[in-house]
């Protein structure tokens, strides 16, 4: 498998329904990768504003994951620099308490395809419970507090983060040592990496 067959992919992914039934509207798979890039996001699925606009991480929750990592929205929306690929790639829909788990066909059809392809990623961000019970080992079924608390197990290569949705204010000021220990650690770490050859 070489990284030059990721353009296939992508456009393979792009074009893919295999959610369309369960989906509120039709597929819009969305995400950003090149095999240059050298840190990834995994976040969960797009929200609403990012399914209209196809761009990820086009909302609040972009904006702060940008303020997290000391990063401008030029570096960010590189993909020889930062991969972005969610858990699922097209919004799922809303339930009672916020949007929809990522669909799981998602994951086990393209995930593995994908990552095989960004061979240069150095740095890790599993955003959220699904993509950390992913990423993680032993992740499955830890809570988010419990797995950013122990973010050292992981690092440098890996970094579990809550999600930076506004839905997660109240987690942030519940939560002071996120803000005092995890951001100026993930924001040295993100200058390393973009520092490297």
Not at 24 to 53: E, F, N, Y
Not at 61 to 68: F, H, V, Y
Request: aromatic content about 8%; hydrophobic content about 40%; overall charge positive.
């Amino acid at each position: 498998m070489t990284t030059r067959s990721l353009g296939p992919l992508l456009r393979d992914i792009r074009a893919c329904t295999l959610c369309a039934p369960q989906l509120p509207q039709p597929p819009r798979p969305v995400l950003q990768a090149h095999p240059a890039a050298r840190i990834l996001i995994a976040g969960q699925a797009p929200g609403r504003k990012v399914d209209q606009s196809g761009i990820p991480f086009d909302d609040a929750s972009g904006d702060r994951l940008r303020l997290w990592m000391g990063i401008d929205s030029e570096t960010f929306y590189d993909p020889t620099v930062v991969a972005i690929v969610p858990m699922g790639f097209c919004y799922p829909g809303t339930g009672t308490s916020g949007d929809l788990p990522p669909r799981p066909e998602c994951a086990t059809t393209w995930r593995e395809r994908v990552l095989a392809r960004l061979p240069n990623i150095k740095l890790t961000l599993a955003i959220g419970q699904y993509a950390q019970a992913w990423h993680l080992d032993g992740g499955a079924g830890s809570a988010v507090t419990e797995a950013v608390r122990a973010w050292r197990t992981h690092w440098p290569a890996m970094l579990p983060l809550p999600h930076p949705s506004p839905r997660n204010n109240v987690w942030l000021k519940r939560n002071p040592w996120f803000d005092e220990e995890v951001i100026p650690a993930l924001r040295e770490r993100v200058r390393q990496v973009l520092e490297q050859p």
